[in-house]
């Protein structure tokens, strides 16, 4: 899930089709983005097979309705305990870093192509979001499979 820091999306524009874009005035990651993830990305993998879902105690993690949508769909919630995310979360440990390397390098390449809009002040336009999303994809699509599993694997030992 990706989420832009935007009034509105694009109507026009088509995304990605494996990036879920959204676009909450101020950027943050909100209850309801948390209730509508856990619905379409968390709900589409497990289809209410008993399962554990590790967060960071992110306040939005912690709500209620967070917890009771998760109860209902059979997965037991475990918290990471503040200032250990860097230690025991998979993501952190092993995917982030390259996630975000591949991410940086479509950025870059973006950024060093001399064809790219300029507004009328010679100024670098935005990155339009279909772009940003493109970018996602192409960054999560190039982690191996092994590296993925090998993180679960690390924090286990």
């Known amino acids: 899930m990706l989420i832009l820091k935007r ?15 959204r676009a909450p005035e101020k950027g943050w990651m909100t ?14 993998r497990h289809r209410n097979q008993p399962s554990m879902l590790v967060l960071d105690i992110f306040k939005r ?12 769909m059979k997965t037991e919630l475990v918290f990471i305990p503040g200032r ?19 991410l ?11 064809a790219r809009e300029l507004t009328e002040t ?3 336009k935005c ?4 772009e940003v999303a493109r970018w996602v994809s192409a960054a999560w699509s190039a982690i191996p499979e092994s590296i993925i599993i090998r993180s679960f694997q690390e924090v286990l030992h």
């Open 7 to 21: 009034k509105t999306l694009p109507k026009s524009e088509a995304f990605q089709k494996d990036v879920i874009i």
């Open 31 to 44: 209850e309801e983005l948390m209730l509508e993830r856990l619905k379409i990305v968390w709900g589409r």
């Open 61 to 72: 993690h912690l709500t209620d309705s967070v917890k009771n949508h998760l109860c209902k």
């Open 84 to 102: 250990m995310t860097s230690v025991l979360q998979p993501m952190n440990l092993s995917i982030n870093k390259p996630f975000k390397d591949r």
């Open 104 to 114: 940086r390098q479509q950025y870059l390449t973006w950024i060093a192509d001399l």
């Open 122 to 124: 010679g100024k670098i």
């Open 127 to 130: 990155t339009a979001p279909t």
